[in-house]
């Protein structure tokens, strides 16, 4: 017992040696940063930073860092408000609204003495400006009362009543907006910001005749020279989208149609050709809307030709999506294809592009979590200055701090250990949506054949089938590419396609039937798209087409203990006798095929903590094949992306 005793005591006695050290070690650390840090050096770092914090985000925040240092360890609330405002003006920046909220909120408690500067109705701006694109409306609508009852100059009241205008606007009392707006009209001159947000509120209530008109105005102002900040020439173009949603939803194509070409005559002459395709797509939209089909094909063909030349994928996307949907309504099935795959093309590449901004955005998130870090430590050094300084307390200090640390070790290994299952999940994610982008180039190979076939049999007509059948099919399966889950109606829409087209080359090989029990509501079940396919792909070319006489192959969906079972039978030549029949070739492509299943399966066992299974078996009368797989029924299952809360 007493070497249990003495063992605990020594190591008490080290670790209390060891906080102490470490104490000192801080105190010291803190001492230092307050004697060579001054309040002009940390003002010059932010003046620095404001320079930097839209072209290079990540280096002012290094130097927002060490202002925000230096301004605690000088107890200098105001520069460390400036800072807090900066990191907000970041976070605005990239668009990261919640932490840009939180940063003023942390300057505005710093601010609090200094009520009539500049820096805290910015912050008051700020707050309100945060709070309407977090749609907080009543707090923006307090933060923007509470800088109109200040001492603002001319400019600042405008602003200020321009946000509260936007609120109500948002929030669909347009009365109040156009209210507010009407005061703000000048009367010894024309105010384009003013008329095109009085425009915006006026369509939206069916009062305005022309705003095309109103909007040719705003564009002569800047063709004219005179001073428009680009802020407001951003503005502009805001309020032409605004302008046209709402005469789009009125119906009125006309005007519509006119504010556009408007706006690409401008964009054209400032050379800003991602504005032009833009507007091109939605003047395709009106023209078909209207039934004028062939003039919106001519639009959209043009939009598609200048989002060729630009290096803006989004644009290319929406362009090329536009077009493959006309010629697909106007019975072009080929031009439908082709336009489909830049499209398809243009999606990937724009995700790759919104990967890379998502991850320059987390490691600036990081980094501002580093800085919060930073500045608890040196909050951590000024208490300790004082805990040095009151030598009665200093030992049951250290003990507090001891068992502070060990907490803020065990929350942060916590911290650790959920990031490193979060990078786990996002690896397994990502394998997932490469297996299943591996699931498309064969199948589309074989369909392509198909069509290859029908015309060197000079079946024209089937040929022409066969390619509208097959883009339908596309369409479906890349609306649905970017989904973990879809249900199984829409699952067995692409299946019964699927098969459809099979049986255009095959249709002297076999038959077939999709059957499911009345009990399986298909619209609430939610299964992975593609995952049957390939076994139904696998009984049509290995089983079925080298049958002599005709086959059968069925698809039946029925619950069985609780699980969705798809089963797929056909009566064919069975596994041996087709294995017995392929070339090396297609052993390889068999084997590959079906592991790329097997792994998409364990990877949504472990991410979604579900039971998916597949029973491959020979038929009891040696003919043909049975494949069972069987599914969660979950009504409820949602994508990792869906459920993230950012």
Same mark, same amino acid.
Request: aromatic fraction near 8%; charge should be negative; glycine fraction near 6%.
């Given at each position: 017992m007493s070497r249990k005793l003495l063992l605990y005591s020594v190591i008490t006695t080290f670790l209390l040696m060891g906080m102490n050290c470490f104490a000192q070690k801080k105190a010291e650390s803190y001492k230092s940063l307050k004697k060579r840090s001054t309040r002009t050096e940390a003002e010059q770092l932010l003046q620095e930073a404001e320079t930097l914090k839209y072209n290079n985000p990540d280096e002012a925040l290094d130097k927002v860092q060490e202002a925000l240092a230096m301004s605690i360890a000088q107890h200098d609330d105001f520069t460390e408000g400036r800072s807090y405002i900066l990191l907000a003006e970041i976070n605005?920046?990239?668009?990261?609204?919640?932490?840009?909220?939180? *940063?003023?909120? %942390?300057?505005?408690?710093?601010?609090?003495?200094?009520?009539?500067?500049?820096?805290?109705?910015?912050?008051?701006?700020?707050?309100? *400006?945060?709070?309407?694109?977090? #749609?907080?409306?009543? =707090?923006?609508?307090?933060?923007?009362?509470?800088?109109?009852?200040? %001492?603002?100059?001319?400019?600042?009241?405008?602003?200020?009543?321009?946000?509260?205008?936007?609120?109500?606007?948002?929030?669909?009392?347009?009365?109040?907006?156009?209210?507010?707006?009407?005061?703000?009209?000048?009367?010894?001159?024309?105010?384009?910001?003013?008329?095109?947000?009085?425009?915006?509120?006026?369509?939206?209530?069916?009062?305005?005749?022309?705003? @095309?008109?109103?909007?040719?105005?705003? +564009?002569?102002? /800047?063709?004219?020279?005179?001073? &428009?900040?680009?802020?407001?020439?951003? =503005?502009?173009?805001?309020?032409?989208?605004? /302008?046209?949603?709402?005469? @789009?939803?009125?119906?009125?194509?006309?005007?519509?149609?006119?504010?556009? #070409? @408007?706006? /690409?005559?401008? $964009?054209?002459?400032?050379?800003?050709?991602?504005?032009?395709?833009?507007?091109? &797509?939605?003047?395709?939209?009106?023209?078909?809307?209207?039934?004028?089909?062939?003039?919106?094909?001519?639009?959209?063909?043009?939009?598609?030709?200048?989002?060729?030349?630009?290096?803006?994928?989004?644009e290319q996307a929406n362009a090329f999506l536009s077009l493959a949907t006309l010629y697909e309504k106007n019975g072009q099935p080929d031009k439908a294809l082709n336009a489909f795959k830049k499209y398809s093309e243009a999606v990937s590449k724009n995700e790759k592009l919104n990967e890379s901004m998502l991850t320059e955005k987390s490691e600036l998130i990081r980094k501002q979590k580093d800085i919060e870090e930073y500045t608890k $430590? &040196?909050?951590?050094?000024?208490?300790?200055?004082?805990?040095?300084?009151?030598? &009665?307390?200093?030992?049951?200090?250290?003990?507090?701090? +001891?068992?502070?640390?060990?907490?803020?070790?065990a929350i942060t290994s916590f911290f650790i250990f959920k990031n490193a299952q979060a990078s786990k999940l996002a690896n397994r994610l990502l394998a997932l949506k490469s297996l299943r982008g591996q699931m498309n180039p064969h199948f589309i190979f074989n369909a392509l054949n198909s069509v290859n076939q029908f015309i060197s049999q000079q079946d024209e007509r089937t040929a022409n089938r066969f390619l509208s059948e097959f883009a339908l099919l596309m369409r479906l399966v890349l609306e649905h590419s970017q989904e973990d889950f879809i249900t199984l109606q829409k699952e067995q829409e692409i299946l019964s396609l699927y098969l459809k087209l099979e049986h255009y080359r095959f249709r002297d090989k076999f038959d077939y039937e999709?059957?499911?029990?009345?009990?399986?509501?298909?619209?609430?079940?939610?299964?992975?798209?593609?995952?049957?396919?390939?076994?139904?792909?696998?009984?049509?070319?290995?089983?079925?087409?080298?049958?002599?006489?005709?086959?059968?192959?069925?698809?039946?969906?029925?619950? @069985? $203990?609780?699980?969705?079972?798809?089963?797929?039978?056909?009566?064919? /030549?069975?596994?041996?006798?087709?294995?017995?029949? #392929?070339?090396? $070739?297609?052993? #390889?492509?068999?084997?590959?095929?079906?592991?790329n299943i097997e792994e998409r399966l364990a990877i949504i066992n472990k991410v979604y903590k579900v039971s998916y299974r597949v029973v491959i078996e020979d038929r009891t009368d040696n003919s043909g094949t049975r494949v069972s797989v069987y599914m969660p029924i979950n009504s409820k299952i949602k994508s990792y992306d869906e459920s993230r809360n950012y």
């Open positions: 605005e920046g990239i668009f990261v609204w919640k932490l840009a909220y939180e *940063n003023y909120l %942390r300057a505005q408690e710093k601010l609090s003495a200094y009520s009539v500067t500049e820096e805290y109705i910015k912050t008051i701006k700020g707050l309100g *400006n945060t709070s309407l694109e977090l #749609k907080n409306y009543d =707090a923006a609508l307090k933060y923007y009362e509470q800088g109109l009852s200040m %001492r603002l100059s001319g400019t600042g009241q405008r602003e200020l009543l321009i946000g509260k205008s936007e609120v109500y606007y948002q929030m669909g009392n347009y009365q109040e907006a156009l209210k507010i707006l009407e005061t703000l009209r000048n009367p010894k001159g024309y105010d384009q910001q003013v008329e095109n947000l009085i425009t915006k509120v006026k369509v939206r209530m069916n009062e305005v005749d022309k705003p @095309q008109n109103i909007y040719g105005n705003s +564009l002569n102002t /800047i063709r004219s020279g005179k001073s &428009v900040s680009p802020k407001e020439q951003e =503005a502009v173009q805001e309020t032409k989208e605004e /302008i046209s949603d709402a005469l @789009q939803e009125n119906k009125l194509y006309d005007e519509e149609i006119g504010l556009r #070409k @408007q706006s /690409i005559e401008y $964009n054209l002459e400032t050379k800003n050709l991602a504005e032009v395709s833009k507007d091109k &797509v939605a003047i395709s939209k009106s023209l078909d809307a209207k039934g004028e089909t062939s003039a919106a094909i001519k639009e959209a063909e043009e939009a598609a030709s200048i989002a060729d030349t630009i290096n803006n994928p989004k $430590n &040196v909050y951590i050094g000024q208490r300790e200055e004082t805990i040095e300084e009151e030598t &009665v307390f200093r030992q049951q200090l250290i003990i507090y701090g +001891l068992l502070a640390i060990i907490l803020i070790i999709i059957k499911s029990d009345e009990s399986i509501n298909t619209e609430a079940i939610q299964i992975p798209p593609m995952l049957i396919q390939p076994y139904i792909e696998n009984a049509v070319w290995h089983g079925l087409r080298y049958k002599d006489e005709k086959g059968k192959l069925s698809l039946h969906f029925y619950k @069985q $203990n609780g699980s969705l079972v798809a089963e797929i039978t056909d009566d064919g /030549i069975g596994r041996k006798r087709s294995t017995e029949l #392929k070339t090396e $070739n297609q052993k #390889k492509h068999n084997s590959t095929g079906l592991k």
